[in-house]
């Protein structure tokens, strides 16, 4: 079985990303797809502390402390890029003129429920952030997540166990090795990793799944750790 790393998985959202899209990328994953964005493909990504038009990482020795992303990340910025107070960007958010979320994330229930936060967990208590935000009132939530819990347990769920950052608001899910679309009638497999099985696939998630009639072999190119290819 061929599993997508961090970055492969980052890669495989950045090619579903439509010409003119506004797109907020959440913490963790989710951010590195402002660098795999086919070229030639006109988008603003939007980071909730205040930049519209967010570029590629910054590289070092080229960087700006003082210009970074939601995670402290230190950014570039496209042409035509605006810094606006957080609360602006807030108001876009809350407005619904975000086109697409990426979001890490926990869980995902068939219905769509999602969970990226987690009260249990020790010395940190809640961290939902502005996650519940994006979720709640982006035109459309993508989640980017592994398959499975390090210990195996699937993330992919007929009901989701942790306490929720949002009903009933994916619509796709990008995992270490499937994309599965969230459709009224529950999960929707559109590709899968190469050397796993659709019983393989079912045996590690924790909800009904349907295969589309086009499924597809989940591929991406090779990209070490550091983001190279």
């Given at each position: 079985m061929t599993k997508?790393?961090?970055?492969?998985?980052a890669w495989r959202a950045a090619q579903d990303i439509e010409d003119g899209m506004l797109v907020n990328l959440g913490i963790g994953i989710p951010v590195l797809t402002s660098n795999y964005l086919p070229p030639g493909r006109d988008v603003f990504f939007q980071s909730e502390n205040g930049v519209i038009g967010v570029g590629p990482e910054a590289?070092?020795?080229?960087?700006?402390?003082?210009?970074?992303?939601?995670g402290s990340r230190r950014i570039t910025l496209r042409e035509?890029?605006?810094v606006i107070d957080s609360s602006w960007s807030f108001?876009?958010?809350?407005?619904?003129?975000?086109d697409v979320t990426i979001l890490g994330g926990f869980e995902v229930a068939e219905n769509g429920d999602f969970a990226n936060w987690d009260s249990r967990v020790p010395d940190k208590g809640p961290l939902v952030g502005g996650a519940m935000d994006l979720a709640?009132?982006?035109?459309?939530?993508?989640?980017?997540?592994?398959?499975?819990?390090?210990?195996?347990?699937p993330r992919?769920?007929?009901?989701?166990?942790?306490?929720?950052?949002?009903?009933?608001?994916a619509k796709r899910v990008y995992t270490d090795i499937a994309v599965i679309d969230v459709t009224?009638?529950?999960?929707?497999?559109?590709?899968?990793?190469?050397?796993?099985?659709?019983?393989?696939?079912?045996a590690r998630t924790g909800a009904k799944l349907a295969f589309a009639p086009d499924c597809r072999v989940l591929r991406a190119p090779a990209i070490d750790e550091a983001g190279s290819r």
């Open positions: 997508l790393s961090r970055h492969q998985m590289a070092k020795g080229q960087d700006d402390p003082n210009l970074v992303d939601a035509g890029a605006s108001a876009m958010i809350r407005g619904g003129h975000i709640a009132c982006a035109q459309a939530v993508w989640v980017i997540m592994e398959h499975n819990t390090r210990d195996g347990r992919l769920l007929e009901r989701c166990d942790l306490p929720l950052t949002a009903v009933r608001c009224p009638a529950g999960f929707l497999v559109e590709e899968i990793a190469e050397g796993i099985s659709r019983d393989q696939l079912q």
